[in-house]
């Protein structure tokens, strides 16, 4: 079965900082997605950036960035010059793309402090 | 673009009573997903649609929550009798489910739950 692993349940982060939200993910697939959604106090939950495990870049977009370590089964996103606005929680996910249902396995989530 | 759509955005209700929670998916997806948040964790899925058949309801308690999506548009998820654990965010996503592999779930604002 696949599961997601966030093991910071909260961050601090100093505005204009980098800052590195970790996942760790375990499937026996070999055709996977990762995702990462960003959830602010309003909760609704914001698409982020994707990484397909066939990617041999990883993905970025914008001040976002996903650190893909496919041996150790990581999926880290870095955020980069941190603004107040990213203060929220932080949710890794993932979906087998065999069979393509789209599903997301979701971790327990980061919650993220930007201080200024 | 319009999103998700969900309503009511809150509700309270006493143990053992019913209630039913709507959603309008973003015009011409065809998969939709009911998932259910509870406070400090993950969202974990509860029913996914593929037009108006479901594809998933493995997790879905079908002793007290039902959900239909009829016309393969909205849908609707009830809870009948509700438990103090129901006590969640309720949040419903959608995607094309037709642009391939890899597609992002959008989601709208969920509707919070609490039963007293």
């Known amino acids: 079965a696949q599961k997601i692993t966030q093991t910071q349940p909260g961050m601090f982060v100093q505005e204009k900082e980098a800052v590195t939200l970790d996942c760790t993910y375990d499937t026996s697939d070999q055709s996977y997605g990762l995702f990462w959604y960003k959830q602010p106090s309003s909760g609704e939950m914001i698409f982020l950036i994707y990484?397909?495990?066939?990617?041999?870049q990883n993905a970025t977009e914008g001040r976002y960035s996903l650190n893909f370590q496919k041996a150790r089964k990581s999926a880290n996103l870095v955020i980069s010059a941190s603004q107040l606005g990213d203060s929220a929680m932080y949710f890794c996910?993932?979906?087998?793309?065999?069979?393509?249902?789209?599903?997301?396995?979701f971790g327990q989530g980061t919650t993220l402090q930007v201080k200024p | 673009e319009a999103g998700v759509a969900q309503s009511p955005r809150y509700k309270i209700i006493e143990k053992r009573q019913s209630v039913a929670f709507w959603c309008n998916p973003i015009?011409?997806?065809?998969?939709l997903y009911w998932y259910q948040q509870i406070l400090g964790q993950g969202p974990k899925l509860l029913i996914q649609?593929?037009?108006?058949?479901?594809?998933?309801d493995s997790q879905l308690p079908k002793d007290r929550f039902s959900a239909e999506r009829l016309k393969g548009v909205d849908s609707t998820l009830k809870i009948q009798p509700a438990k103090l654990e129901d006590s969640a965010v309720y949040l419903c996503a959608s995607r094309p489910g037709t642009t391939g592999v890899g597609e992002k779930l959008f989601f709208g604002s969920g509707t919070q739950l609490s039963v007293l």
């Open positions: 990484q397909g495990s066939y990617d041999e």
């Open positions: 015009s011409g997806h065809a998969t």
């Open positions: 649609f593929q037009n108006n058949g479901v594809v998933d």
């Open positions: 996910a993932m979906t087998e793309l065999r069979g393509n249902t789209g599903k997301l396995i």
